[in-house]
């Protein structure tokens, strides 16, 4: 997991707690000062770019004097970003690796946000505080300028950029106490738990009994966030051709069972298939079920185009269902032009939440309700295939 905020916002803090309950972290600030110490290459190569001045006379770096110089300079940071960069992604790597097999990894990191790393981990946790407070804690509590305060916190991502990224907000608002307490919670509900379902290769499922709710004002963001960590775990995988949020939590407006259902397009179910494929999103967390592998044709169609293969997810804050399906088949298709019709046409998003009530009304067990709306689902297909024709509607 990676936690992040602001300067002052009380990652450390939560990072000590999550220590406590047993996770082992990594403190990005730590590894950064470790990898310019004496003797580092990092070091002379900064030494090189930026003159003996940046060096202390015991040796060491003058951090205050660096940060001082390219602070404001574009170019001097990238160059700086530039020598750091790979000796402290190595060293992350390597701690990483030392991590038991069992453990929770705790990623503490700044820049998370800004550098774009949210999308390695599998939940990342922001803590939030609002920057006067912040400024003010620094001040008190850590010593700095307020000035220098401001301006750092100038420097760094927004708090409504990092809530993008955010699968969980943990306001620091009050006393440490009530923070400490928050990530107890958050420990003992969902991280511990979805832990122990990597482990044990478990899907968090939604309830039998299902429920669909009103549409959720966060499903949007939670599609991209699970179709970004996706797609960032498949990116060097050349068999994979996108990856979509699909599913009625696509569809604004539409009421919907509270499952993100996620497509990932492969260029040939037999590349799904293989061992770096699964170990990919494997390790984006999620587990094969190995029994699903078709879904039921729609009239006129070739039946042998509905194969798929079907995954889901293991945090219990949420259900993912991730569908595998060949790019081209009409399986795939279907799953992206149902979408995109519903999105477009008002009425037809209607007319699926008024069938979504009936079969609630009918029978609220999934498998029951599963099997009672493929005769809606084919009539549904042939309007959307006409919607298609006269719109020139094609994947994108
Ligand atoms: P970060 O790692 O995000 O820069 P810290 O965890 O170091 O932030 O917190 C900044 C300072 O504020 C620390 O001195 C910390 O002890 C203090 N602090 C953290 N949370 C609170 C809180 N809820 N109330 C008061 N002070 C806090």
């Known amino acids: 997991m990676g936690v992040t905020g602001g300067i002052g916002s009380g990652k450390s803090t939560v990072s000590r707690r999550?220590?406590?309950l047993g996770a082992f972290v990594i403190d990005a600030d730590e590894v950064a000062r470790e990898v310019v110490e004496p003797g580092e290459r990092a070091l002379d190569k900064i030494r090189n770019r930026f003159g003996e001045k940046v060096i202390r006379a015991d040796g060491t770096l003058d951090r205050a004097g660096l940060a001082a110089i390219v602070f404001g300079?574009?170019?001097a940071l990238a160059a700086l970003d530039q020598i750091t960069g790979p000796p402290i992604a190595e060293r992350v790597e390597q701690l990483r690796r030392t991590v038991g097999a069992d453990a929770v990894s705790v990623y503490d990191m700044p820049l998370l946000v800004e550098r774009g790393l949210w999308v390695h981990e599998h939940v990342t946790v922001v803590v939030e505080v609002d920057a006067e407070t912040r400024v003010r804690r620094l001040v008190d509590k850590r010593g700095l300028d307020a000035a220098d305060a401001r301006r750092r916190i100038a420097a760094q991502a927004s708090d409504e950029q990092r809530r993008t990224v955010a699968d969980v907000v943990l306001d620091n608002h009050a006393t440490p106490a009530v923070l400490a307490s928050a990530v107890?919670?958050?420990?003992?509900?969902?991280?511990?738990?979805?832990?122990?379902?990597?482990?044990a290769g478990r899907r968090s499922r939604r309830p039998d009994h299902h429920?669909?709710?009103?549409?959720?004002?966060?499903?949007?963001?939670?599609?991209?966030?699970?179709?970004?960590?996706?797609?960032?775990?498949?990116?060097v995988d050349p068999g994979v051709t996108e990856v979509s949020h699909i599913g009625s939590t696509s569809v604004?407006?539409?009421?919907a069972k509270d499952v993100i259902d996620?497509?990932?397009g492969v260029r040939s179910l037999v590349h799904a298939d293989a061992a770096a494929f699964q170990a990919a999103v494997t390790d984006a967390g999620y587990v094969l079920t190995p029994d699903n592998t078709a879904d039921r044709p729609k009239p006129g169609t070739d039946p042998a185009g509905w194969g798929k293969r079907f995954y889901g997810g293991c945090d219990p804050g949420q259900v993912v269902h991730v569908h595998v399906r060949e790019r081209g088949s009409p399986?795939?298709?279907?799953?992206?032009?149902?979408?995109?019709?519903?999105?477009?046409?008002?009425?037809?998003?209607e007319a699926y939440a008024a069938e979504k009530r009936r079969l609630l009304a009918v029978d609220a067990?999934?498998?029951?309700?599963a099997e009672a709306k493929e005769p809606w689902f084919d009539s549904a297909y042939r309007r959307a295939d006409r919607w298609a024709g006269h719109t020139g509607w094609a994947p994108r």
């Open 262 to 264: 996620v497509q990932i």
């Open 184 to 199: 107890d919670d958050l420990w003992h509900t969902r991280l511990a738990p979805w832990n122990d379902n990597l482990l």
């Open 365 to 369: 067990s999934t498998d029951v309700y």
């Open 18 to 20: 999550l220590a406590d």
């Open 73 to 75: 300079d574009p170019a």
């Open 211 to 235: 429920a669909v709710v009103d549409p959720r004002p966060d499903w949007e963001a939670r599609g991209e966030r699970v179709v970004a960590k996706l797609a960032a775990a498949l990116a």
């Open 331 to 349: 399986g795939w298709r279907f799953a992206l032009l149902f979408r995109d019709w519903l999105r477009a046409t008002p009425a037809e998003r």
């Open 252 to 255: 604004p407006g539409l009421i």
